[in-house]
C-alpha cells in the first residue's frame, strides 16, 4: 500500500479522534458546570467564567491536534 495513502487515512482517523475527543471534554465539562449550577446558583458566575475558560483550553488543544493531522497528512 502507498504511504501516502496511508498518511491521509491516519489523518483522517486522527482529526476524527481529535474531534470527538474535544466534543466529549466539553459536553462533560458542560454537564458538570450545569450540576454546579444547580447544587448552589449563588456560586453561578464564577462556575461560568471557569468553564468558559476551561472550554477555550480544550478547543485549543482540539484545534492544536487538527493542525498535527493536517500537517502530517500533508508531508
Do not use: C, H, S, W
Not at 491516519?10 to 466539553?26: R, V
Not at 468553564?51 to 484545534?63: D, N, R
Not at 493542525?67 to 497528512?73: H, S
Request: glycine share 16%; hydrophobic share 65%.
Amino acid at each position: 500500500m502507498d504511504p501516502r495513502v496511508m498518511a491521509f487515512f491516519a489523518a483522517g482517523i486522527g482529526a476524527g479522534l481529535t474531534i470527538i475527543g474535544g466534543a466529549a471534554g466539553i459536553g462533560r465539562l458542560a454537564a458538570a458546570a450545569m450540576e454546579g449550577i444547580a447544587r448552589q446558583p449563588a456560586a453561578a458566575g464564577d462556575i461560568r467564567g471557569a468553564m468558559v475558560v476551561a472550554a477555550g483550553l480544550i478547543e485549543g488543544v482540539t484545534f492544536f491536534a487538527l493542525i498535527v493531522t493536517i500537517v502530517l497528512a500533508i508531508k
